[in-house]
């Protein structure tokens, strides 16, 4: 069992940058793979990035690809997303979610934060 709990949103100029952070606890966050999504109004919820349990393999949406960077400190039980460069179109709730393996769809992964609202204006 892993509870998840995102933090770091806000509201942020075009251009700006924003570090999400999520606090896992439960004793298997060291073995997870990790992922970051989001849902804009009216949207589906889509894959942003995602790491697997040894931070050696790291992935990226082709929207975020350059702008946002994913990082885990497992001694920390957290995961991050670093965002730079911000655009409006990045305007979302933001979700982080544990998973077996690392995947791109929601349906693989198992357990889920209550989002953190970022917002980007122009």
């Known amino acids: 069992q892993v509870q998840l709990v995102e933090s770091g949103g806000g509201l942020v100029q075009a251009g700006g940058s924003l570090r999400l952070s999520c606090a896992a606890s439960g004793r298997t966050f060291g073995s997870s793979a990790m992922g970051w999504f989001r849902q804009a109004p009216g949207k589906e919820r889509e894959f942003v990035a995602a790491i697997s349990w040894s931070s050696a393999n790291t992935y990226y949406a082709d929207s975020v690809k350059g702008r946002f960077t994913i990082s885990r400190d497992n001694a920390k039980n957290t995961v991050y997303l670093q965002m730079v460069s911000l655009k409006p179109e990045d305007t979302a709730v933001y979700y982080c979610?544990?998973?077996?393996?690392?995947?791109?769809?929601?349906?693989?992964?198992?357990?889920w934060g209550q989002g953190t609202q970022v917002t980007v204006s122009s």
């Open positions: 979610a544990a998973g077996l393996r690392v995947a791109f769809t929601i349906s693989e992964y198992d357990y």
